[in-house]
C-alpha cells in the first residue's frame, strides 16, 4: 500500500472522472483510495463515500457489514473497554494494536509537511524510528533561521521530555 499525505492546504490531483472544485471542500478533510477499477472518494472516518467513474459506481454492489457499529464513538469505546472486567472484556474497535500503527502514519504525514522545506520524498524506516534519506548537512528554515533537519526530524520523533513533578 502506497500512502500519500496531502495536507496546508495542498490538494492531490483530481482524478480523471471526477468533477471539478469537489476535492478541497469536503469538511475537515477526506480520504481517496484508487484501485484498479476505480476510485473511491470518503470524508473524514470514511463518511459519504462514493465511487468514480459513475459507470463503476453504477455497477457496484455494497457489500452486507460485518464489523461492529461502535454507537457514540470510538474514543467512548475504549473507555468501556478499560472498565469492563479482564475476564469479559470486549476488545475496544481502536485498541493499540490498530492505533498504533495509525497514529504513526498520521505522524509520518505531520512531519512531512514540518519538513517540506526539504522538497524530497522522505523515505521512513518504521523498524528504527528514523528517515534514511535526511543527510547530516540537510538544513530547513523554522523561525526564519536554518536548522539541521536531521536533528529537527529526531527531536520531533523523539521529543525530550522535561523531568517529571515530585512530591
Known sequence: VEVTWWDGGLLPPRPKGHPDGVIGKIRGGGCMFKGSKGTL??????????????????SYKKPEPYLKRIELSHMMDWVRACKE?????????ANFEYSGPLN?????????????????ELEWDGKNMKFTNISDNDTI????????????????????YREG???
Open 165 to 167: 513533578w515530585t512530591m
Open 85 to 93: 472486567s479482564p475476564d469479559n472484556r470486549e476488545e475496544a474497535s
Open 104 to 120: 504513526e502514519m498520521v505522524v509520518m504525514g505531520v512531519l512531512a509537511v514540518r519538513l517540506q522545506g526539504l522538497n524530497k
Open 41 to 58: 472518494l470518503c470524508g473524514v472516518y470514511g463518511k459519504n463515500p462514493y465511487l468514480i467513474p459513475d459507470s463503476f459506481a453504477s
Open 141 to 160: 528554515i523554522q523561525d526564519k533561521d536554518p536548522v539541521n533537519a536531521k536533528a529537527f526530524a529526531e527531536e520531533l520523533i523523539k521529543h525530550k
